[in-house]
């Protein structure tokens, strides 16, 4: 069930977006433990999904042809 949507400048990265709004409502991922956060590839980022796992979240995005398997790859 979504929890979060957001609409947002299209200037910032997306990632700084997710990241503030987490920053702004930490009980978003505090009061759900194994959150995951389903995202497109521009989502990649190895400090991004750092981030998402230090506060307990995960991130399910297609992966790059370059990438090794990912959790949720369709193919």
């Known amino acids: 069930m979504?929890?979060?949507w957001a609409l947002a400048n299209p200037e910032p990265d997306e990632r700084e977006?997710?990241?503030a709004v987490?920053?702004?409502?930490?009980?978003?991922t505090a009061d759900r433990p194994s959150l995951l956060v389903i995202a497109a590839?521009?989502?990649?980022?190895?400090?991004?999904?750092?981030d998402l796992a230090f506060r307990g979240t995960e991130?399910?995005?297609?992966p790059f042809n370059r990438e090794k398997k990912?959790?949720?790859r369709v193919s």
């Not at 987490?22 to 978003?28: G, K």
């Open 70 to 72: 990912r959790r949720g």
């Open 2 to 4: 979504p929890i979060l």
């Open 41 to 50: 590839k521009g989502f990649a980022s190895k400090g991004f999904e750092a």
């Open 22 to 28: 987490l920053d702004r409502e930490p009980h978003l």
């Open 17 to 19: 977006v997710l990241s």
């Open 59 to 62: 991130l399910l995005r297609p």
